[in-house]
């Protein structure tokens, strides 16, 4: 909440000096495209109940908006944070924990996630279908063969933000291009389970059967 409210000063202050803003002055951005954009570029550090995405890097954007939404703030006020946000925000912080990428999403495309986030964020609406929870929770056996198809959205929704991969449509630079080299099942699945570096494990946030389905995934579309 104090970041949305150092955005909010930031905001003011900006529009009492040199008039120079971001580019947006109504909500008129495509809710459809900005929630596609946002779950392959946003989703992988950021929870949003409404995308279905899990990221836990950046704060969890329903609880970032939930109380100033309470306090009555208009939408176009949020849509403006957001779309400040993707412009400025923070890419190097002062701990070297992982920071966000700037202009990750440019122009309209810009405008049309800020206009989806700002539509969804902190409405406490049930999330429409995410993926997290059509994933039966049963526990998988290491190395046992994962859904492709079902660990596409688990990438998109929890991977893409910080990695690029072709087949996904992602263009995440914070880890490797998954497309430079081929990776195996089994080293997919270490490096979630674990993680490495920046890169967070995913063990408490991915179910054992999301881990062997984005490990599939990844194994047979990578370095291709
Ligand atoms: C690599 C991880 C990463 C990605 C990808 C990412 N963010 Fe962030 N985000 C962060 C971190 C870390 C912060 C907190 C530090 C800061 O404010 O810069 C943050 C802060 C925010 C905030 C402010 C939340 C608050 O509490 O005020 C918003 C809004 C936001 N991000 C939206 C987005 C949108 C929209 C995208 C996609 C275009 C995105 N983020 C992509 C990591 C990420
Ligand atoms: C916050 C950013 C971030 C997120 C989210 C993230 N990764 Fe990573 N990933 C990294 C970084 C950074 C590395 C490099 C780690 C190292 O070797 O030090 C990496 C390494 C990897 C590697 C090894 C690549 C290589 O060439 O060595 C794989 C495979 C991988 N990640 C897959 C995934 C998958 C699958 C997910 C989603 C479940 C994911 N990552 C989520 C940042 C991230």
Redesign the pocket.
Known sequence: ?A??LV?LTALVLLGAGCGETVGYTEATGDRTNGKE??TA??G???TLADAGTT?T???N?DD?FAESRRNGLGESTFVQ??RD??AY??EE?STG?????QN??TGQD?ID??TY?ASVAGTGKAPSPAPAQTTPDKPAKPGAAGDAAAGKVVFTGNCG??HTLADAGTN?T?GPNLDDKPHSSELVTERVTNGKGAMPSFSETLTATQIADVSAYVSSVSGK
Do not use: N, R, Y
Request: with cysteine.
């Open positions: 909440m970041i949305v955005a954009l946002f570029k946003c992988g550090c950021h990221g890097i950046g704060p954007l970032a944070v957001v946000q993707i925000s923070i912080t924990a992982p920071g966000m990428p990750l999403v810009a996630v800020s986030v933000g910080c995440g914070i």
